[in-house]
């Protein structure tokens, strides 16, 4: 009997997300909506296959420990699997155009016009798929994802970068 390809794997999941408190700053509701709906999207649908591990399911803590990213990944029932450790140097001047672009965004669906406000939106959406492709490419040899995966990660990597924002 074969094993069916990892995507085709219901278990080469991830079943429950946690970010570290302590990476958290205060952040403002569209934030906090944000982070809410990436984690929701993310535990509803994804591909998350770490190389070298049986199949899961997986959860996953993110946090950031010095300039450092780390993926605390374990079994369901908590037994470690792996933790990857990635520099935050390849995502600096993404995350920091995301918000700005994002900034622009919450600012102009209360202002702007419907043009103005698609543009900016296209515009985000970009910088969120550059994103999710550099990350992807950091998880290469560590753990397979797959684009809707590497997004919602993207996403909370965000939120996790928001304390930060202003060093």
Request: with cysteine; net charge negative; glycine share 6%.
């Amino acid at each position: 009997m074969t094993k069916p390809p990892a995507d085709e794997d219901p278990q080469n999941r991830i079943v429950a997300v946690t970010l570290d408190e302590e990476s958290i700053g205060r952040s403002g509701p569209d934030i906090e909506h944000e982070r809410a709906i990436a984690i929701y999207d993310l535990i509803e649908q994804n591909l998350f296959a770490p190389d070298g591990a049986e199949s899961g399911p997986f959860t996953l803590h993110l946090a950031i420990t010095g300039n450092r990213l780390m993926f605390d990944i374990r079994r369901e029932d908590g037994t470690p699997v792996v933790a990857h450790l990635l520099s935050l140097t390849p995502f600096r001047r993404i995350v920091k155009d995301y918000f700005m672009i994002c900034d622009s965004y919450y600012q102009a669906i209360r202002t702007a016009t419907t043009d103005k406000i698609e543009a900016i939106d296209m515009g985000r959406r970009g910088i969120h798929d550059e994103g999710s492709r550099t990350l992807q490419e950091r998880l290469k040899g560590k753990v397979r994802v797959d684009f809707e995966t590497a997004r919602r990660l993207f996403t909370l990597i965000c939120v996790l970068h928001w304390k930060g924002q202003d060093a």
